[in-house]
């Protein structure tokens, strides 16, 4: 059973950045692929990237280009995502999510238990 | 990218109702949809995956029909657990993309 427990909620103001984190229990984050979605306050889901196991590199959404980074700490099993440049529509709760091991990377069945990141001046 | 557009927007129903949702892509996304539930203030949870195949521990009630760009999910009797916000997503094109959400609640 993957576990996917997240950071704590982070209080930022506008054009700072944020680190959230991911980690990992159950397998090693090299037998999954883990992505990032977030949801602004009574919104809908947004991906923002995450692994591709396709390329072995992660892919980011077009949308966050420039201010989006994912890496992931193998020696920790955890992975993170930093957002730059906050401004207040990055005001969200961040879900990292992730599939069944040796499964398709797109069957998302398990998720962290979200992150919320408030921007405010 | 491929956009996802959901229909209704919001559901009004009685338990035991049958409900059809339905996910257009704006493109052909072949069979790579997946569907999923939220409820409030909890994580997504994968009900569907491959446009039909019910994820693990999903009930029966709940099946997933389509491809291409024309995707519905039916749940046969709803239950009053099943009053939630669901929402398609495609995983054939980057970036990765979700419908708005159909909100399904009481009548």
């Known amino acids: 059973q993957v576990k996917l427990g997240q950071s704590g909620a982070e209080v930022k103001k506008p054009g700072a950045s944020v680190k959230v984190s991911c980690q990992v229990s159950?397998?090693?984050?090299?037998?999954?692929?883990i992505h990032w979605v977030r949801q602004a306050p009574g919104k809908g889901l947004e991906w923002m990237g995450g692994f591709n196991p396709e390329d072995g590199g992660m892919i980011y959404s077009q949308k966050f280009q420039g201010r989006l980074t994912m890496t992931e700490g193998t020696s920790t099993n955890t992975g993170y995502m930093e957002l730059s440049s906050l401004r207040s529509e990055d005001t969200a709760v961040y879900y990292c999510t992730t599939h069944i091991p040796y499964r398709s990377a797109w069957e998302w069945v398990f998720w962290g238990q979200g992150t919320l990141v408030s921007v405010s001046s | 990218e491929v956009l996802m557009t959901q229909s209704p927007a919001t559901l009004s129903v009685s338990p035991g109702e049958r409900v059809i949702l339905s996910c257009r892509a704006s493109?052909?996304?072949?069979?790579?949809l997946a569907w999923y539930q939220q409820k409030p203030g909890q994580a997504p949870r994968l009900l569907i995956y491959d446009a039909y195949t019910r994820a693990t521990g999903i009930p029966g009630r709940f099946s997933g029909s389509g491809s291409g760009t024309e995707f519905t999910l039916t749940i046969s009797r709803l239950q009053s657990e099943d009053f939630a916000v669901y929402y398609c997503?495609?995983?054939?094109?980057?970036?990765?993309?979700f419908g708005q959400g159909t909100k399904v609640e009481i009548k």
């Open positions: 997503q495609q995983y054939n094109n980057w970036p990765r993309t």
């Open positions: 159950g397998h090693t984050l090299n037998e999954l692929s």
């Open positions: 493109r052909g996304v072949s069979s790579n």
